[in-house]
């Protein structure tokens, strides 16, 4: 018996609408994720038979390599949900280490009790919007709801156009979600949004970029949707792979995919819901847009709506307004801070001041575009990458966080930029909690990495651990987020795990210096000092010294080399010249060769300079010699972390 044969199943006061993704227990919906229905439908259909657990696995989760623990908690939330009993089964039965067997007796029928009305809305599959919010009718043609006009801007980087951005309007705000009591976990339901893709011009892709980062922040303020970010999604950007493969290897729930087609003086857009662990990718929504006018703020907001009523979510009245709640009104500003973000992700040092200057123009177009103000403070603080000095960008970029939460106290970004300068550069422990936990109340997506750092310089490993984690599955293709969580596991201790996380980074960038450098400092913890020293080497010569140079002499200097030491102090001292030099790289070297007080005073010169970092005064292996001196404790306590 397959999905085609009925339209619905009963068994006990159970009902399953296996067409409309729906389960309902009496008349009570009872959401469950895209894999759990799918667990329950299997077994359903292979009900009366020992299903072993490795065919579930294939079934359930496809090319997808998980353990049986995921199959094991799918289980349990399933039986939950029921309101079944392991112990004395109605619906499911285990069978000791072999697998599960469905044993109720079930009922085909016509449909289930009709939803609530504190329900999501869900939508039928082909559903194509009007411009009331309301379904039409599900028809292949295209309706007319609005109008759009392109907009194209020049950057001054080519002559050639880089990047054109479209506007959309509809002229009614849709329906509001309804919300719900229970709220359910923070990111249980995971969605990835896929560039739109051109049916036109080639030079029109950055316009399907800029929408779907659109949509991205957008839908980030549902606290139970984890949305993967612009960086991850843009590795998908050509259109080569399709959705369902796309989706099953970033392993989320759902995918929302798109096309857009200049047709004359307007413009065509059609989107996609898709359900990945559904039979055969099945579309929970969707939608097409003629467009021929110059706002297209209104129509980010029905997309985004119509997505949430479609998905399996409890949104609260506050999420419901930052969903809609607009970070500019001004389009051209908005398409500025795209172009600053997507120029973030390239790790140069070119790309960065060039994301400045986007920024910087996105506030000149719109002085209350929050986004533009809160990620130009990012860009500021990123100039310590490439060898700023704290005196001249800690400013800019205090500044710019203070404009932000100036314009808008509600962004969370914001409040993510308050917490990482608090804790980084002033070490205010106390504020960049406080602005880290309200950074994640408002959208819960933030701070992973950044709050990690804290938690690990405050002694709680392994809250440490799981922020950078759940960091890493969001931005799996971030080489600089992946870097860090390998520093984490080199502080910690964790050298050979350290080691697979940093080979993992130079396959996404064999270049990346501060990669480079770290896996030599774990090699020189293992004592592996020959591939040490040329993992420093490398790194130096690709950053001109900045990185790799100052480990390179701690590791001299651990081996009693005194006169290659003194030559790597000369040269770290006449790079000073083109680059910031913190003293904190001194003091490692001193610490080696056993100078104790010039090891403090560089120590303490360095936290005056706002390029100390806590969690390396913490937990630093090549510090280990220092830490027992009572100097040490004595400056490590002041600053708070021992």
């Keep these: ?33 895209p894999k759990t229905f799918l667990l329950l439908t299997y077994l359903i259909e292979n009900r009366d038979r020992l299903v072993e657990k490795r065919e579930l696995l294939d079934a359930v989760w496809k090319d997808i390599a998980v353990t049986e623990n995921s199959l094991t908690r ?19 039965e285990t069978v000791h280490t072999r697998g599960y067997r469905f044993i109720a007796e079930v009922q ?67 329906e509001p979600v309804k919300a719900s009591m229970t709220p359910k976990p923070p990111g ?31 839908l980030s303020n549902s606290a ?66 003629d467009e021929t006018s110059r706002d297209f703020f209104q129509v980010q907001d029905s997309i985004s709506q119509k997505v949430v009523a479609s998905l399996p979510l409890e949104v609260s009245h506050e999420e419901q307004q930052r969903i809609v709640k607009h970070e500019t009104n001004v389009p051209e500003a908005q398409l500025a801070v795209f172009k600053g973000k997507f120029l973030q992700t390239e790790d140069s040092k070119e790309a960065l001041e060039k994301s400045i200057e986007n920024f910087q123009l996105a506030v000149k177009r719109d002085p209350n575009c929050v986004s533009g103000w809160a990620m130009l403070a990012d860009s500021y603080r990123r100039r310590e990458w490439y060898g700023g000095d704290p005196a001249d ?87 600089s987020g992946g870097t860090h969580y390998a520093e984490f596991l080199y502080l910690t201790g964790q050298y050979s795990r350290a080691v697979d996380e940093i080979h993992r980074n ?31 080497k490398a790194a130096s010569e690709l950053s001109n010294g900045m990185y790799g140079l100052a480990a390179l002499g701690h590791l001299y200097a651990v081996q009693g080399l005194r006169r290659h030491t003194q030559q790597v102090f000369d040269e770290m001292r006449a790079r000073r010249k083109d680059y910031y030099v913190s003293p904190y790289q001194f003091a490692v070297i001193h610490a080696a060769l056993g100078y104790t007080d ?40 002041r600053l708070g972390v021992i």
């Design 506 to 536: 130079l396959t996404l960038n064999p270049n990346f210096p501060p990669a480079l450098e770290l896996l030599g400092l774990v090699y020189e913890q293992q004592g592996e000092f020959d591939k040490a020293e040329q993992e420093f």
């Design 1 to 33: 018996m397959t999905n085609q044969d009925y339209t619905s199943i009963r068994f006990g006061d159970i009902c399953v609408e296996t067409r409309n993704f729906k389960v309902f227990k009496g008349e009570a919906v009872v959401p469950l994720e």
């Design 393 to 479: 960008f800690l400013p800019l970029a205090r500044e710019a966080t203070r404009k932000a939460n100036e314009v808008d106290s509600t962004f969370a970004y914001a409040h993510s930029m308050v917490g990482l300068i608090a804790f980084q550069y002033d070490w205010d422990f106390a504020t960049a909690e406080r602005e880290y936990t309200r950074a994640r109340q408002l959208q819960h997506s933030f701070t992973h990495q950044w709050y990690a750092r804290m938690l690990l310089a405050t002694d709680r490993v392994s809250e440490a651990e799981a922020e950078y984690k759940r960091f890493v599955s969001m931005s799996p293709f971030s080489v």
């Design 74 to 92: 799918e289980i349990g939330k399933l039986r939950r949900s029921l309101g079944d009993d392991p112990k004395t089964p109605k619906y499911i």
């Design 188 to 218: 249980s339901t995971t969605l990835a949004v896929l560039p739109l893709q051109s049916l036109g011009e080639p030079d029109d892709r950055y316009v399907g970029l800029a929408i779907a980062d659109a949509l991205i922040t957008k």
């Design 108 to 174: 085909k029928s016509e449909d289930c009790a009709p939803e609530p009305s504190t329900s999501v809305p869900q939508v039928p599959v082909g559903v194509v919007f009007s411009s009331q919010g309301e379904p039409g009718d599900a028809a292949p043609s295209t309706r007319r709801i609005s109008r759009w006009l392109p907009y194209k801007i020049v950057v001054g980087m080519s002559a050639a156009v880089l990047f054109v951005a479209s506007a959309f309007l509809l002229r009614q705000t849709p």
């Design 598 to 637: 010039r090891a403090l005073g560089e120590l303490e010169q360095a936290y005056r300079e706002h390029s100390l970092s806590a969690q390396s005064l913490r937990c630093d292996p090549r510090l280990s010699n220092l830490r027992r001196e009572p100097g040490y404790r004595e400056f490590a306590k």
């Design 224 to 289: 139970q949707l984890a949305v993967r970010p612009l960086s991850t999604v843009l590795h998908y950007a050509d259109g080569k792979a399709d959705a369902l493969s796309i989706g099953r290897a970033m392993h989320v729930d759902y995918v929302l995919e798109g096309k857009y087609q200049k047709l004359g003086d307007h413009t065509r857009v059609t989107m996609q819901l898709l359900c990945i662990a559904c039979n055969g990718g099945a579309s929970r929504w969707a939608g097409s847009f």
